[in-house]
Structures are given as C-alpha cells and as structure tokens.
C-alpha cells in the first residue's frame, strides 16, 4: 500500500467552509461563559457548525490529561495522580441544562489513575443532567475503563441514552495505533457487556455505537470485518470516517479514502443490521449525534419507510425540529429555577481538586 507523502494536499473532498453564523457564535460564547470545554472545538471539528445548529455538544469530563499515549490522538499524556474536580457533575450538569442542545455527548479522557477510571464521575453527571432536563438525550463516549466490567455497568445504569465506546481501528492495526493498555478484543467486551447490562436493566432503548478510523493502513476487507465483529457484539451503530494526522509526531496518514467507498462501509454495515451507520471522510464519532440517534431509533422501530429517501429525511427533520424547541423550553425554565438568564454563568466557588488518594490505583 502507497503512503501518503507528509505533506500532501488534501483532496477535495476533505475541504470544508469555516463554521460560522448566530447559532455557532452565540453557542461559542455561551460555553466560555459557562466555563465549557468542548471537544468540537479543542479537536477543530470539521462538523462543529453542522452539529451545533442540531443542538448537539461534545464535552470533555475528568480533565484534559490522558493516561494513555495513542498514536492517533493529540489529548496530553500523563499521570492526573488521582485529581479529581468534585464539584465537575454538578456544574456541567447545571450548564448544559441551561443551554438550548437537545443532544450532548459526554466524552472523557482515559483515567487509569482512578479504580473505576472515572465511571461514577460520568455516571453522576449523566444522572443529575437527566434530573434537571428529562427531554436531552445524553451519549457516553468512554474508554474501556482497563476491562472491569463494573465500571462499563456503573456507565450503564446511570441510563444514557446511547453507550459509545471506539474501537478506533481494525484488529490488526490496534497495537501500532491504540495504547499497549488497549486491545482490540477488550473493546469488543466492553461493547458486549454495556447492550447485556441494558438489557438486564430492561432499557431496551439505550443504543450502542462505535467508531472506526480508516487511513491508517487498513485494507477495505479488513474494515467490513471489524464492522462484523461489532455487530456480533450488538452494536447498533456504527460511525467511519477519515484518519486525518494531527501533528507530524502522530501515526501517518497511509492514504485518503475515497466517498465512493464510504458509500460501501455505509451499504454493508446496512447489510449487516446495523440501525444506522453513518459512513464518509468527515465523519467523527460524534457526527451529528442527534440526527444520527433519531434515524437508528426510526429504523429500529420501523417508523421510517425504507424504500422513501424523502420521507426519511423528512420524519428525521420534523423530529429534530420538534426537539429543539422542546430543549429551548425546557433550558428556559431550568435558568429560570435557578433565577439566571439563560447561559449565564453560576456563582460558584473555584473547583476543588480532590487527590483522591482512596481512588488512585497503585
């Protein structure tokens, strides 16, 4: 396989308009009030104004210092030594409840310094978030808490609406791509144990999702068998997007995948029964994550006419529109209880840095 030479020029098909607009503006300057960290942002998002005049956010829980070193990722390594920001549940559960999403995506940083490598801290915000707003729909975007199980089950049952944990990259690839930490076979387990514990819990609507980077050296066989052995976990759905290189020092770029054959990762996962799949070179993990939840729900429910484009996109539109005005009443009314306009910020305390020494894994 030819590698892309290091200075290539993206292809056409990789180029997109600066986002911009009142929606992105005033969201922008509403996080920074709020004292929000987002990942479309800090990740320069390609799909960040898409996503953000969909009502849907990705923030980053647990701080900005992975314990892990993959070779895809800009996040800082290092050693958190067990620091934990106590009053972090409460605060972003406050702020994002005052904030006019309808879908926000909490994602973390591996934290291998933690027991529970931060599960209870994700689990607390997305119950207390749940508490203030019933009408958003939460996903946690997770590591794979080192294989302990109960931690995925802590994750779980603070019942977000979706459960998202990545398998990054292909089998083969995984120990040149991902941590020594990670494996391709304990991601497959998380995945499996999170749709067992749902089902155990009865919340049968909580849907599974994974993400797959392509580019890295992947073959296209490859790709549809780790599309195959996610489903055989009970994957629901599945996002595939471009491996773009984020400094010189990260994992090369082997080569730019072409639409056409995104189209053809999107027909086979399909084929393969996932609810939905979301498949093309500007994909992310957290693609436009309402609109993508909204049509695997449709599809698995049957509410969407499979043979009718138009009609799907039309059911899809008319929900998302239904849900944002909903999530603007309902921020309304939580500002309101908490006697602040709405997106301003709390009278608060600096946060207090916890060195939780009970919870530092030796």
């Known amino acids: 396989m030819t590698m892309e030479p290091r200075f290539a020029p993206k292809p056409p098909w990789l ?16 996080f920074r009030e709020l ?24 923030v980053m829980l647990l701080g900005d210092v992975c314990t892990r070193g993959c070779r895809f990722c800009a996040v800082t390594t290092g050693n958190p030594r067990g620091a934990v920001d106590s009053r972090e549940p ?3 559960a406050r702020a994002i409840a005052r904030l006019d999403l309808q879908y926000v995506v909490m994602t973390m940083v591996n934290r291998d310094d933690l027991l529970d490598g931060g599960a209870d801290h994700v689990g607390r915000t997305v119950t207390r978030l749940k508490d203030l707003r019933p009408d958003i729909l939460i ?41 020594v930490r990670s494996s391709y076979e304990q991601s497959l387990l998380v995945l499996e144990r999170a749709k067992t514990r749902a089902k155990t819990n009865e919340n049968t609507k909580q849907l599974t999702k994974s993400s797959i980077m392509v580019g890295l050296g992947e073959t296209d066989d490859e790709v549809v068998e780790a599309m195959r052995d996610l ?23 082997v080569r730019f995948v072409h639409p056409d054959t995104f189209a053809m990762y999107e027909k086979e996962a399909l084929s393969m029964g996932f609810s939905y799949a979301a498949s093309g070179p500007l994909v992310r993990s957290s693609y436009r994550a309402a609109e993508v939840f909204l049509r695997s729900l449709l599809r698995a429910e049957g509410k969407v006419d499979e043979a009718s484009a138009e009609l799907n996109d039309a059911t899809v539109k008319a929900e998302l529109e239904e849900r944002l005005f909903v999530a603007k009443r ?9 006697g602040v306009p709405a997106g301003a910020l709390d009278e ?15």
């Open 35 to 58: 004292d929000l960290h987002t990942v479309c942002e800090e990740a320069r998002c390609p799909n960040v104004g898409e996503c953000w005049r969909e009502g849907t956010a990705t």
């Open 139 to 179: 996903e946690t975007l997770v590591g794979d808490f080192c294989g302990h199980m109960s931690s995925v089950d802590i994750t779980v049952d603070a019942k977000p609406d979706v459960f998202a944990h990545n398998i990054e990259t292909i089998r083969r690839l995984t120990r040149t791509v991902r941590d």
């Open 90 to 92: 409460e605060h972003v």
């Open 231 to 253: 489903r055989g976990v009970g994957v629901d759905v599945v996002t595939i997007g471009q491996y773009l290189r984020p400094t010189p020092k990260h994992h090369e770029v």
């Open 348 to 362: 608060k305390p600096n946060p207090t840095l916890v060195p939780a020494s009970s919870l530092v894994r030796r």
């Open 330 to 338: 309902e921020a309304a009314r939580v500002s309101a209880a908490f």
């Open 15 to 30: 180029k997109v308009r600066a986002p911009g607009g009142d929606t992105y503006h005033g969201l922008k300057q509403t």
